[in-house]
């Protein structure tokens, strides 16, 4: 029951107060309580139950570490692909276990959860009581049926010590247009994280290209909760999940392309999109490890928050989406820019949550400082004249949010700030300039972009022209799907950009591409 510390005195600021919500309606929201003896009443009911087939299809995962806690999860469901996922519709009472050893000879904590129905039978345990900084092994037991066995693990405790941290960057990884071979590659590795910066899954309708979504664009719950449950099939996928804890953030395809708060591009008016996004939202939450507090109430989902590794790392996970001002210049692709995209009260990340960046990084000791969000940050101009065009969706869109995120990074001297984005379906290395259109302005930051896992990307000679007029961009290879293998340590951040080699098969090799590093106390990523 008890919130992580970093977040509950921000958790209070919400409407969702877990203290004051009863145990039955935790029941119904599908949230497990952690070994709580006080729930055994719905057991009489809930343990009934026998599966003839696996209902553990979707695989386990695990999130958000914390120094002594972390997220389990799971869902019941022995036919994934149809509705109600092939379980009754009543709870389902789910037994977990965390050991100290990959043989389950010590178990530390174990409890029962509640599945129900409303939630997709999905299941979320707020493990606690754990060590900091090491590996654990989970599993879960239900109707006779065990799960795979997921490894994770716990931070280290804020301002320990800590030699190193090793984390993978993903994202953008449309299903139809390629395998997991990144995944593989990535599980098969060590690492203490994942960080997913958007695009989880695809909302849009079925064209077959490598393999198909095989259904409609998604608009309900049962579309989205069919989407997620065909991309989570895929066993690399599972494999990464059962591997290492992930964190998220969420960008558009979780809901719909380019929306921008309550606004999709194609139009919808609000009453018709929200009960959308709302559909969307839930359906993340039921197949993603996230914490109890990033339960979505309707439409609206609090899901930016940050992470401490012990003296070396501090991790900002933003939402980009639900907050910011609609796309300026009327497009969220390439636009001229207009007057209104410089209007100086445009946000990206919305005043709140602009406050709450400010506070938790104004507050850090650690020495690498890291943003994971969505999409571009740095200066880009991706004209194909003598003239200026930036992507209206990214933060070329906001450049007067761009500016006092960077001003504020300058101003208060953070340590070692590095931003980690998606969406391009491109690497790119980039300087985050003082200036963010000026490349003679002092570097604040580095910025380093990861490659689509699968998603399809523009030709590499746009990128090269691209590169040609942006200085403060190092590196742009959209030619490789793959992901971002980083290390930090106390004197250098180093980052390996893994290539996929052919993401049409599902047993494509994988190598680095290009690696950089950053230098403690030096901003700007060299190779
Ligand atoms: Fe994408
Ligand atoms: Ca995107």
């Not at 003839?52 to 002594?68: D, I, Q």
Request: some cysteine; overall charge negative.
């Amino acid at each position: 029951m008890r919130l992580p510390n970093a977040e509950s005195r921000h958790a209070n600021s919400v409407t969702f107060r877990p203290a004051t919500v009863s145990r039955r309606a935790f029941v119904r929201a599908g949230v497990s309580l952690a070994a709580s003896g006080a729930l055994r009443p719905f057991g009489a009911y809930a343990n009934d139950l026998r599966f003839a087939t696996n209902p553990f299809t979707l695989g386990v995962a695990s999130g958000y570490p914390e120094p002594n806690a972390i997220v389990l999860w799971t869902r019941l469901a022995p036919e994934p692909l149809v509705p109600g996922g092939g379980m009754p519709s009543a709870p389902a009472a789910v037994d977990w276990e965390v050991a100290s050893d990959e043989r389950f000879a010590k178990i530390v904590h174990s409890g029962t959860a509640y599945a129900t129905p409303d939630w997709a039978h999905s299941v979320h345990v707020e493990a606690t009581g754990l060590e900091p900084a090491r590996d654990y092994w989970y599993r879960f037991t239900s109707g006779g049926a065990r799960s795979a066995v997921g490894r994770t693990r716990t931070a280290s405790a804020a301002g320990a010590p800590l030699a190193r941290f090793r984390l993978a960057v993903a994202n953008c990884r449309h299903y139809e247009h390629g395998y997991y071979a990144a995944y593989r590659a990535m599980a098969a590795s060590e690492l203490d994280l994942v960080v997913h910066v958007g695009d989880y899954i695809y909302e849009q309708r079925g064209i077959t290209h490598v393999r198909s979504h095989d259904a409609p664009e998604c608009f309900t719950l049962d579309d989205y909760r069919h989407r997620y449950s065909l991309y989570k099939l895929d066993p690399d996928l599972r494999a990464a999940h059962a591997a290492f804890p992930w964190m998220f953030c969420s960008d558009d395809h979780e809901v719909s392309n380019d929306y921008a708060a309550d606004h999709p591009i194609d139009g919808e008016p609000p009453e018709i999109f929200l009960p959308r996004r709302a559909a969307a939202y839930q359906a993340y939450y039921e197949h993603l490890p996230l914490p109890r507090r990033m339960l979505p109430r309707g439409p609206w989902q609090f899901t930016y928050t940050q992470r401490n590794f012990g003296d070396l790392v501090s991790l900002y996970m933003l939402d980009g989406r639900q907050y910011r001002s609609y796309q300026a210049c009327g497009s969220s692709s390439l636009v001229k820019p207009c007057d209104e995209l410089y209007e100086p009260q445009r946000t990206m990340l919305g005043p709140e949550q602009e406050k709450w960046l400010e506070g938790t990084l104004g507050a850090s000791r650690a020495r690498w400082n890291v943003l994971g969000q969505q999409t571009l940050m740095a200066h880009f101009n991706q004209s194909d004249e003598h003239d200026v065009r930036y992507w209206a969706d990214g933060w070329n869109g906001y450049p007067a949010a761009r500016a006092r995120l960077i001003d504020f990074l300058a101003e208060r001297r953070i340590s070692n700030p590095i931003v980690l984005s998606g969406d391009i379906h491109a690497f790119l290395v980039n300087d985050l300039n003082r200036r963010a259109d000026d490349p003679a302005s002092p570097i604040v930051a580095a910025e380093l972009v990861a490659t689509s896992i699968s998603s399809p990307a523009r030709p590499q000679r746009d990128f090269d022209r691209w590169q040609l007029a942006n200085p403060n961009v190092r590196l742009a290879r959209s030619d490789y799907r793959g992901y971002l293998a980083i290390e930090a340590n106390a004197e250098r951040l180093h980052a390996d950009l893994v290539a996929v080699d052919d993401v049409a098969r599902e047993d494509s090799a994988t190598h680095v591409l290009a690696a950089f590093d950053v230098e403690n106390g030096k901003a700007g990523a060299a190779r």
